[in-house]
């Protein structure tokens, strides 16, 4: 059984910045990334990254987020920079099948870390 461990996130003031990690002990198999979800809002995709570093975001955080791994510490990683109000979310680590940039891709989530950006 994977299990992804989640840790980061907390409040920041607008253009602040935090770094969720995920440690993934077992999944170098899987294409891992992060999803958010906003309340009263579906689960939305925003960046993943496979063992091989190809990496995918969408469009909302380009230039802001930035995805990336540790081979030797099993975690994946992502920084955030430049946050705005609409990135409050709790954010989901997520492991799965590449491109793993929608949920039907996902095999593990973790418990999830939320992340409040204020104005």
């Known amino acids: 059984q994977v299990q992804l461990v989640e840790s980061g996130g907390g409040s920041v003031q607008a253009g602040g910045s935090l770094r969720l990690s995920c440690a993934a002990p077992s999944v170098r198999v899987y294409a891992m990334g992060w999803f958010r979800q906003a309340p009263g809002k579906e689960r939305e995709f925003v960046a993943s990254?496979?063992?091989?570093?190809?990496?995918k975001y969408v469009d909302s955080v380009k230039g802001r987020f930035t995805i990336s791994r540790d081979s030797a510490k099993d975690t994946v990683y992502l920084q955030m920079n430049s946050l705005k109000p609409e990135d409050t979310a709790v954010y989901f680590c997520?492991?799965?099948?590449?491109?793993?940039?929608?949920?039907?891709?996902?095999?593990?989530w973790g418990q999830g870390t939320q992340v409040t950006v204020s104005s």
């Open positions: 997520a492991a799965g099948r590449w491109p793993l940039n929608d949920p039907s891709t996902v095999d593990y």
């Open positions: 990254i496979t063992w091989g570093q190809t990496i």
